[in-house]
Nanobody, 129 residues
Framework: EVQLVESGGGLVQAGGSLRLSCAASGFTFEDNAIGWFRQAPGKEREGVSY????????YYTDAVKGRFTISSDSAKNTVYLQMNSLKPEDTAVYYCAADHSWSVYRAVVGGGYRDLEVWGQGTLVTVSS
């Protein structure tokens, strides 16, 4: 059984930083991909970033480009999302999801998050102004 556990969320002031972790078990990251998504209150879940296990290919949505960095540690089967220069509009519950590379990429870029079946429980990020 594939399990994803997010951690690292919290309350931070605007301009601050947080690092989220997504630890995977029962899942070989090298053969697949992990994506980060977020859902703000009253809004649709949106894709934030993507990283493939095999090539380390990454993607960022425009809203976070230049501020967020996704990385992975294959030995730990863990993906990180380093979030710098945080803004109040980054406030959301952040989720990671895992699947085959193309499925995750399509979900992050094209908004098809409902097609993904394996999700973590989410971690809340609150950015105060």
């Amino acid at each position: 059984e594939v399990q994803l556990v997010e951690s690292g969320g919290g309350l931070v002031q605007a301009g601050g930083s947080l690092r989220l972790s997504c630890a995977a078990s029962g899942f070989t990251f090298e053969d697949n991909a992990i994506g980060w998504f977020r859902q703000a209150p009253g809004k649709e879940r949106e894709g934030v970033s993507y990283i493939s296990g095999s090539l380390g290919t990454t993607y960022y949505t425009d809203a976070v480009k230049g501020r967020f960095t996704i990385s992975s540690d294959s030995a730990k089967n863990t993906v990180y999302l380093q979030m710098n220069s945080l803004k109040p509009e980054d406030t959301a519950v952040y989720y990671c999801a895992a699947d085959h590379s193309w499925s995750v990429y399509r979900a992050v870029v094209g908004g098809g998050y409902r097609d993904l079946e394996v999700w973590g429980q989410g971690t809340l990020v609150t950015v105060s102004s």
